[in-house]
């Protein structure tokens, strides 16, 4: 039986806001052996896939979560995944909501190259813009633009001067970047969102109405996302190497923050996309990169840029703390994947 080993990486290092940020390592997962590939049987799992398995169906962070697809994988594609339940796959198609956000982010940034970024649109990718929405109605009305998901009918974003310079966790600080980027687009049709973002990302991610608002419209499945995840990690975005620049304290209590639903311990904002951590030896490290999503939809990258995780679920009516209980699920089972012990 093919033995597994893992291979240990050198520090990653994260310069963030403040210099609040050291240095870790990080480990690699170990890869499964030739006889339990992706989709193998329950009896040909290795001990690392059976305490993944075991975790997504016992674990207490889990089992509130009903169905979901969760997968793990590397720049090569995907390495073991686990459907829970019936009805969700890797190709089933949901709503991602605020994941869109990472999308878009990555998008606008490889469309003007980061070193053309000016200031203001490098805060509305942090979102300390001032730039906020005034309500939360989806722009999912057929023939919708980006420009009418900006205005009073839907979005209502208005500029707060305030708020300028400080951290408001809000889709409207995207909204107006969109609106002076790509405002004449529409959801589906003849000069789309997704046309532009597709061709951008390489993705294939489906048309819906909603892609009007590119804060949280976006629909697709763990499979369209996935190809994101591979790209960014294998260095084919200039969102790549930037997944900590520009990045502002975005936890409740942190400096300067107005709003933020991020309920753990500290975490930063970057571009688009949240930035986890764990406190070390009294340094605060960065373990991983994510855009989890109101109905459940959670992508997520580590800090070496050598594994993606996903975990796809979609709860008809969601808040903020559906995507962190799909976050705290999924980090469960990929640390049972990595040490090989089904976690409680």
Same mark, same amino acid.
């Given at each position: ?9 050198? $520090? ?6 403040? =210099?609040?940020i ?6 690699d997962? $170990?890869?499964?052996?030739a006889?339990?590939?992706? =989709? ?12 993944a @398995? ?11 979560l ?17 459907? #829970? ?12 909501? %605020?994941? %869109? ?7 606008? !940034? ?18 300390? %813009? ?12 057929? =023939?919708?633009?980006? %420009?009418?998901?900006?205005g ?8 707060? $001067? ?7 966790y ?15 687009r ?6 789309s *969102? ?11 991610? $489906? ?9 949280? +419209? ?7 996302y996935?190809?994101? @995840? ?16 520009d990045?502002v ?6 400096p300067? !923050?107005?709003?933020t ?9 970057g ?8 406190? *070390?030896? +009294? *340094? ?10 109101a ?11 050598? #594994? ?6 979609? #709860? ?6 559906? =995507? ?8 469960a089972? #990929?640390?049972?994947?990595?040490? +090989?012990?089904?976690?409680?």
């Open positions: 039986m093919k033995r597994h080993g893992r291979t240990t990486f050198g $520090p990653v290092c994260g310069l963030l806001a403040l =210099g609040l050291g240095c870790g390592t990080a480990e997962a $170990p890869t499964p052996g006889e339990a590939p992706l =989709g193998a049987s329950h009896a040909a799992l290795t001990v690392y896939e059976q305490a @398995l075991d975790t997504a169906n016992t674990s207490t962070s889990c089992t509130p009903a169905n979901f697809y969760w997968e793990i994988g590397n720049g090569a594609g995907p390495l073991y995944a686990i459907p #829970r339940g019936s009805g969700v796959s890797a190709t089933t198609v949901m709503p991602i909501a %605020s994941a %869109s956000k990472w999308l878009y982010a990555g998008a606008y !940034v490889q469309s003007k190259g980061y070193a053309n970024l000016a200031v203001d649109e490098k805060k509305r990718l942090n979102f300390t %813009s001032g730039y906020i929405d005034e309500n939360t109605t989806l722009c999912g009305d057929a =023939g919708t633009t980006v %420009s009418d998901c900006y009073p009918a839907y979005k209502d974003v208005s500029y707060r $001067p305030l708020q300028n310079g400080r951290y408001f809000n889709g409207g600080h995207l909204q107006k970047l969109a609106l002076d980027d790509i405002g004449a529409k959801g589906t049709g003849l000069m *969102v997704m046309d532009w973002i597709n061709a951008r990302l390489g993705t294939t991610l $489906p048309e819906s109405d909603s892609d009007v608002a590119p804060a949280g +419209g976006f629909s697709g499945s763990a499979a369209h996935r190809v994101f @995840l591979m790209k960014l990690i294998n260095n084919q975005y200039e969102l790549s190497s930037k997944l900590t620049v990045s304290p975005a936890w409740d209590g942190g300067s !923050v107005s709003y639903p991020w309920t753990a311990s500290q975490a930063y904002y571009l688009g996309h949240w930035i986890e951590g764990e406190t *070390v030896n +009294g *340094v605060w490290t960065v373990t991983g990169h994510s855009s989890a999503g109905y459940g939809f959670y992508p997520w990258v580590n800090a070496a840029r050598n #594994r993606y995780m996903l975990l796809a679920r979609n #709860r008809q009516f969601g808040g903020q703390a559906e =995507g962190e209980k799909s976050r705290t699920c999924a980090q089972i #990929r640390k049972a994947y990595e040490l +090989g012990v089904p976690q409680p």
